[in-house]
């Protein structure tokens, strides 16, 4: 509002009150007057404005309440007032339903006294991607993932895995139903199977830079399968968690198999609570079973030949997991540690093809069966904000082989592999880390290999949940 | 067989009678929702908090405990605001409970029926934890909790119909009473109108907005981001030019920072409760603010 129009209104209003003065001029007054009636004119413009204003604030309020019968009574509760415009307008436009995309960046610094071609672990069948990373600098397996509700009924989720030897895999693609009650919650595609505790969580949210000895001898690294799994969580205030899973059984400890039907079987029970508020702790028992038919590896016999094994039959393994969070008062950001152990059992039994490709022109299958073993505890603790270091221990028992006619040719392992780590990592924020560690790797009789690796975990976009 | 008739009728009433003895389920993220539930649903509800006061809301693992709580929860009630984004979509997603998701009337954003401060203009990591929906701390101010009562009353209401009735009139007699006591506040903290302070971390926006306090800088470098000796330094030689009264910090964080700076600038280091059981005194959201502008004035002796 204009100053002089301010007060030149006060004027008027004035000269207007002051009855008695009888010195104005008819002309004065004429203009006055028609000083007042602009002014009248303007208010009730800014007036009528208000009250669409008004009007409209009220209409975005009012929007949200709830429309159902039932609810008028309380609907008549007095609002208090909003002062601002309620929720601020959802992104609109094309890209408005675009899926939430997150990225994971991996790289490290490696320094090996061995050669990782070299490395095998002594007793186990060697399969997956289990070698540490190459000599010298290298990007590490790189993540893309895609997630959003696919409709009121189903949230869909892919993720993407990049290789540094340039390969594109689909490390999980899955479906899961959110609309069941009572606790249920089935998934259907490719997923990181819920056995264990490390099992479902990627590899970039671990504590240390590669995977458990008993991780890398029985499920090469992960298992992970294409089927379904239903969980369910039981209605308790204690966190009891029942899960199945049926799958094609192409993964190791699976074959590829040409076959209808179920590859693999998985079940598992998980249980989980707080102890006071500071300690919270999660346990667990799986137990997964699968029939490999001609499963394929090599190993090195007795005269030293490099032989191709094919194994047929039943393969079984449980898993015991504990894992055990302590942070004052429940606040972990100063500090915290965390305790972390599983154990495999393993037992296989079945046919084994010795040199079943002929390379050496003494195939043979006899009978086999073996009982093995092998377990790891790590220990985290955060020692001042952003800053960890962690133990790690892993051993195996190659148990007994039996290898039948075979045992000719195959020896029977009297050798407990194991290693030791050690990690220091730091956490800028909750989108970066950087960690050094560095391990004694004992996973063969004939040599000690020493490792370090710098590493560094970047993620991008989509601000992800970790799981517990 | 009368015996048996009669016992057959009392079986009978009590399995009429239980579904409607039985309350709403609230699984409210942080104490102040906790609190406030508690307050409008009285006996007809049953409060479980997923944090307590010591946590950091942005802070928490999805840990198992929190799964089986969402599990059975009636109502979830979070701050929204994308405060609970590291942990409250996988404990929801994990649950099995269709009826506390987002969009369902079982699942209640505070931040909704609010008026959002600080809404960054740049959204960038590189500006530390920002988020995108405005600060979510909406709690350090009460006319905020009486903003979200309304709403809240409303779906206790759509949720347990049965007792509609009851929900209006806690809220109503809630209503009033806040109003009493927020004017009293108001009065108590009438010192504090322009008072230049410091934070520990961008907690206090609304807190500031409703006393008129001054925040002249933040210990934390960007939001979320620890302190570090470089930033501190500079914040100290801000206050050669600016004095200030105190620095306050939620009484989840490390006292490390304001103390460092309390020290150097001679200035009361001020830990403020922040939420419903951040100290003995904040026993509920009266006491919570009781205790806050007690602090406060205290801080600026």
Do not use: C
Request: charged share 20%; net charge negative.
């Amino acid at each position: 509002m204009s100053r002089s129009l301010l007060v030149r209104s006060a004027l008027a209003l004035a000269l207007l009150s002051a009855a008695d003065v009888e010195a104005a001029s008819d002309a004065d007054l004429a203009q006055i007057r028609d000083e007042i009636r602009q002014l009248k004119e303007s208010y009730e413009a800014r007036i009528r404005a208000l009250e669409q204003r008004l009007q409209d604030a009220e209409g975005k309020v009012a929007a949200p309440a709830p429309a159902s019968a039932s609810v008028t009574a309380a609907a008549a509760v007095p609002p208090e007032p909003v002062t601002a415009a309620a929720p601020a307008s959802p992104a609109s436009g094309i890209g408005a339903f675009n899926p939430a995309i997150s990225v994971v960046l991996q790289g490290v610094y490696a320094n090996l006294s061995q050669g990782p071609k070299r490395y095998a672990i002594a007793g186990f069948v060697p399969s997956g991607d289990i070698a540490p990373a190459k000599r010298g600098f290298s990007i590490a397996e790189s993540e893309l993932g895609l997630s959003a509700n696919v409709d009121d009924k189903v949230y869909g989720n892919l993720i993407f895995s990049l290789t540094p030897d340039n390969t594109i895999s689909v490390e999980e693609a899955y479906g899961v139903l959110t609309a069941l009650p009572e606790g249920l919650t089935p998934k259907f595609g490719r997923f990181k199977s819920g056995i264990g505790y490390l099992n479902d969580q990627h590899q970039h949210v671990w504590d240390f830079y590669d995977a458990p000895l008993p991780y890398q001898a029985f499920l090469g690294g992960q298992f992970t399968s294409d089927g379904l799994q239903l969980k369910w969580i039981a209605p308790t205030d204690t966190f009891v968690e029942l899960g199945a899973e049926v799958g094609d059984g192409a993964n190791f400890p699976g074959a590829e198999r040409n076959r209808n039907g179920i590859g693999d079987v998985a079940a598992y029970v998980h249980a989980g609570g707080d102890v006071g508020a500071s300690n919270s702790w999660r346990a667990g028992l799986s137990w997964l079973g699968l029939r490999p038919q001609g499963r394929q590896y090599v190993q090195a016999d007795t005269k030293g030949n490099e032989a191709q094994i094919g194994f047929s039959g039943r393969s079984q393994l449980a898993i015991a997991d504990f894992v055990w969070k302590y942070a004052p008062n429940g606040n972990a950001q100063d500090t915290n540690f965390k305790l972390q152990a599983e154990y495999f059992w393993r037992r296989e039994n079945g046919d084994l093809t010795y040199d079943s490709d002929g390379a050496l022109g003494l195939t043979r299958t006899s009978g086999y069966s073996s009982r093995q073993n092998g377990w790891y505890a790590e220990g985290v603790y955060q020692f001042m904000p952003s800053w960890r270091v962690g133990a790690r221990y892993d051993r195996l028992d190659p148990g007994r082989l039996d290898y039948g006619a075979n045992g000719a040719y195959l020896a029977s392992p009297s050798y407990d592999p194991q290693r030791y780590s050690l990690m220091l990592d730091y956490t800028p924020s909750e989108f970066s880390r950087f960690r050094v560690q560095w391990q004694q790797s004992r996973t063969r009789p004939d040599f000690t290999d020493n490792q370090l690796f710098i590493q560094y975990i970047l993620s991008l976009g989509a601000h992800g949940a970790h799981k517990y | 067989m009368n015996r048996f008739l009669q016992s057959a009728a009392l079986l009978a009433m009590l399995a009429i009678a239980a579904p409607a003895a039985a309350v709403l389920n609230v699984f409210a993220t942080v104490p102040e929702w906790g609190a406030l539930a508690e307050e409008l649903g009285g006996d007809k509800v049953k409060v479980y908090t997923a944090t307590n006061a010591l946590q950091d809301p942005h802070h928490v693992e999805a840990r198992p405990s929190l799964i089986a709580r969402a599990r059975g929860a009636d109502l979830v009630v979070a701050t929204g605001a994308e405060l609970e984004v590291g942990w409250l979509p996988l404990v929801l997603l994990q649950a099995g409970n269709p009826k506390v998701q987002p969009g369902k009337p079982g699942y209640f954003e505070a931040t909704q029926h609010v008026p959002m401060l600080e809404k960054p203009v740049r959204l960038d990591r590189a500006e530390g934890d920002v988020h995108p929906g405005g600060n979510p701390h909406i709690q350090t101010d009460p006319r905020n909790i009486a903003r979200v009562a309304g709403p809240l009353s409303v779906r206790l209401a759509e949720l347990d119909a049965a007792n509609a009735a009851y929900y209006q009139s806690r809220y109503k007699a809630f209503a009033e009473r806040w109003k009493a006591a927020v004017a009293n506040w108001e009065q108590q903290a009438a010192p504090l109108r322009g008072a230049p302070i410091l934070v520990q971390h961008k907690a206090f926006t609304y807190l500031e907005a409703w006393l008129g306090l001054k925040e002249i800088a933040a210990l934390e470098p960007k939001p979320g981001v620890e302190p570090t000796t470089a930033h501190l330094s500079e914040v100290l030689a801000t206050l050669q030019r600016q004095p200030v009264r105190m620095v306050i910090r939620a009484a989840y964080q490390s006292d490390r920072a304001s103390q460092w700076m309390a020290e150097r600038a001679k200035i009361n280091a001020v830990a403020l409760p922040f939420t419903v059981g951040g100290d003995d005194a904040a026993k509920d959201l009266y006491g919570l603010f009781d205790d806050t502008i007690a602090r406060l004035l205290k801080g600026m002796q």
